[in-house]
């Protein structure tokens, strides 16, 4: 044990250059951003396995331990309070278009993403009241995005490690825009005529649901995503992430 863990001490202390299977792109270019694209596009098609040598973990699933939101969706005649566990994002490597802008002068990063569909699969507790009929329930749970389009921005800086400059995260924030949305949550009421029924409502309100619901959940999409960029950058250095740099 002592040895593994030497052993994972030492891997953070490493740098290393980009995968080989990553495209480097030249700063000095005027077609930076376009080459850029493409790269983010290659990099994370690439990742339906772990790289664990870079810190990056498996995109196929994408996991999270557990979701919850800033705060639970109040109003009117309704109050719900929604917690997830074993949260698993399928799709995430698999891109229709891809925009990217690095920006040298503030140190931005920004990303867009266009996917032709993302599942959420995830177990859920869900606690409050729909209208007149309360519910406290537990089980699985099924949302399904159609050509989401997803933009991340990464607020970067600059910092010295062992005489060599790295980049690292300080900040991001995140906006998604699907086309459309379907849900299904079991066990949400016990009776499963109305269990049914108040799924395909879900789905076809899903404007509403979504407009309600999905700012709370940015924050912390864009925090892991964030953390995850950071492992890649701890251990690749800034020369060795675009041609053209000091």
């Given at each position: 044990m002592k040895t593994l863990i030497v052993l994972s001490v030492l891997s953070l202390c490493n740098a290393f250059p980009m995968p080989s299977s990553f495209t480097?792109?030249?700063k000095r270019k005027p077609d930076f951003n376009e080459c850029l694209s493409e790269a983010v596009r290659n990099a994370i098609g690439q990742l339906v396995k772990p790289m664990e040598k870079y810190h990056l973990p498996s995109f196929e699933p994408f996991q999270f331990a557990s979701l919850s939101p800033k705060s639970g969706v109040q109003g009117g005649s309704s109050s719900t309070v929604v917690k997830?566990?074993?949260?698993?994002i399928y799709g995430r490597t698999k891109i229709d278009s891809s925009k990217a802008k690095m920006n040298f002068e503030d140190n931005t990063l920004t990303l867009e993403l266009s996917h032709p569909e993302i599942r959420y699969e995830f177990d859920y507790e869900a606690k409050g009241k729909m209208?007149?009929?309360p519910f406290d329930s537990a089980g699985h749970g099924t949302v399904t995005l159609k050509?989401?389009?997803y933009t991340i921005k990464f607020t970067l800086e600059e910092y010295v490690k062992d005489n060599k400059k790295y980049l690292r995260v300080v900040d991001s924030n995140m906006t998604l825009?699907?086309?459309s949305m379907t849900m299904y949550f079991e066990n949400l009421f016990k009776n499963?005529?109305?269990?049914d029924?108040?799924?395909r409502e879900m789905s076809e309100s899903w404007k509403v649901i979504f407009a309600n619901f999905s700012a709370g959940y940015m924050d912390s999409y864009a925090k892991v995503y964030g953390?995850?960029?950071n492992n890649f950058l701890e251990v690749v250095p800034l020369v060795d992430l675009f041609e053209g740099v000091q």
């Amino acid at each position: 044990m002592k040895t593994l863990i030497v052993l994972s001490v030492l891997s953070l202390c490493n740098a290393f250059p980009m995968p080989s299977s990553f495209t480097k792109c030249d700063k000095r270019k005027p077609d930076f951003n376009e080459c850029l694209s493409e790269a983010v596009r290659n990099a994370i098609g690439q990742l339906v396995k772990p790289m664990e040598k870079y810190h990056l973990p498996s995109f196929e699933p994408f996991q999270f331990a557990s979701l919850s939101p800033k705060s639970g969706v109040q109003g009117g005649s309704s109050s719900t309070v929604v917690k997830f566990r074993n949260y698993r994002i399928y799709g995430r490597t698999k891109i229709d278009s891809s925009k990217a802008k690095m920006n040298f002068e503030d140190n931005t990063l920004t990303l867009e993403l266009s996917h032709p569909e993302i599942r959420y699969e995830f177990d859920y507790e869900a606690k409050g009241k729909m209208f007149v009929l309360p519910f406290d329930s537990a089980g699985h749970g099924t949302v399904t995005l159609k050509n989401p389009i997803y933009t991340i921005k990464f607020t970067l800086e600059e910092y010295v490690k062992d005489n060599k400059k790295y980049l690292r995260v300080v900040d991001s924030n995140m906006t998604l825009k699907p086309e459309s949305m379907t849900m299904y949550f079991e066990n949400l009421f016990k009776n499963k005529v109305l269990n049914d029924a108040f799924n395909r409502e879900m789905s076809e309100s899903w404007k509403v649901i979504f407009a309600n619901f999905s700012a709370g959940y940015m924050d912390s999409y864009a925090k892991v995503y964030g953390d995850v960029f950071n492992n890649f950058l701890e251990v690749v250095p800034l020369v060795d992430l675009f041609e053209g740099v000091q």
